[in-house]
């Protein structure tokens, strides 16, 4: 699992030692993801699919991408298709991606980069392998998520965002046994590149075995740990979690009008396994979200102005030679 990484983590800033006085947060639920297809049939597993609502918000999906290690011919990726009233976060872990957009955003990205795309008022995008990588094969992992937009900023001008590797914000832990990598958000006063509309925190953590990850967590903040691969134990009770598991953290959102009053996340992995994880958070947005296909709208009525828009090419077009 290439990403990004460092040959020895105690050089990195290291995250401060957790307050043993604090409170740290419990785990709510711990779910496992089903398994599907989307695009032209890449396989997937729906990480937030089985998961309240209510528990997620600002985040609506995501997908962890594999991971697959194709033949040659074999891998796939999504066809033009539009969005509108949300942001996608596409994290390519290992292989190489291709975006193009009808507002000018592209590029590739590889092994530990992010493209975050605000689809705003409307967006036509594909996302595909290169053609060298359709004609030689090989590995692909990643995630893609997708972050809600509140009402006031969903008609907002698309806007995109190409997050190299080597602008991801690296920590370590405070013992040196965990590598933190932070794409969006603060952790600890460390701010990831990622610019966001609605205020959240992401990052790609690796766990050594045996070792534990105890990260500062914003008290406004939900809290969500999804095992990408790996077994481990989760919260204040250790909930046990394993590879394709979402774990959610007690806190705002989860109890209607009340903050926690855990201020850390716990995150230990089993002896000779070696964790990977995606952690996650927001201030919930507390609106109400209609959401059908690609379109995450407040009401019926604007999903189908949404429709209506895309039909009347409203979104813009396909680039030339596309």
């Known amino acids: 699992m290439p990403a990004v990484t460092v040959e020895n983590p105690l050089t990195l800033p290291r995250l401060p030692r957790p307050d043993v006085t604090v409170p740290e947060r419990r785990v709510l639920t711990v779910a496992s993801a089903p398994s599907g297809f989307e695009g032209e049939g890449f396989p997937v597993r729906k990480a937030l699919a089985t998961i309240k609502p209510s528990y997620l918000d600002p985040f609506v999906m995501m997908d962890q991408m594999g991971e697959v290690d194709y033949a040659p011919g074999e891998p796939k990726g999504t ?26 955003g592209g590029g590739t ?38 972050v809600n937009l509140p009402g006031k900023d969903k008609m907002m001008a698309p806007k995109y965002q190409d997050i190299g590797r080597i602008n991801v914000v690296l920590l370590s832990s405070d013992d040196g046994g965990a590598l933190v990598r932070v794409i969006a958000g603060d952790v600890a006063g460390h701010v990831g590149p990622g610019s966001t509309h609605t205020p959240i925190t992401l990052l790609h953590a690796t766990v050594s075995p045996g070792a534990q990850l105890a990260l500062p967590w914003r ?10 691969s790996g077994r481990g134990t989760v919260g204040a009770d250790r909930q046990p979690v394993e590879s394709g598991q979402l774990a959610v953290y007690d806190g705002f959102g989860n109890r209607p009008g009340l903050t926690t009053d855990g201020e850390w996340l716990r995150i230990s992995a ?21 959401h059908y296909g690609p379109f995450v709208m407040n009401t019926k009525a604007e999903l189908v102005q949404a429709f209506e828009d895309y039909q009347s090419g409203r979104f813009g077009s396909v680039p030339a030679g596309h």
């Open 219 to 228: 008290k406004d903040f939900n809290a969500l740990a999804y095992v990408l």
């Open 109 to 146: 990205i590889t092994d530990g980069d992010t493209q975050w795309m605000t689809a705003g008022s409307g967006i036509l995008h594909k996302e595909a392998p290169p053609e060298w990588l359709v004609q030689k094969g090989g590995l692909f992992h990643g995630i893609q998520l997708w």
């Open 79 to 104: 066809p033009w298709h539009p969005h509108r009233g949300f942001e996608t976060v596409t994290y390519v872990i290992d292989g190489v991606m291709d975006h193009t957009d009808s507002h000018g």
């Open 270 to 290: 089993r002896p000779r396994e070696t964790l990977e994880v995606i952690i996650l958070g927001g201030r919930p947005i507390g609106e109400p979200v209609a």
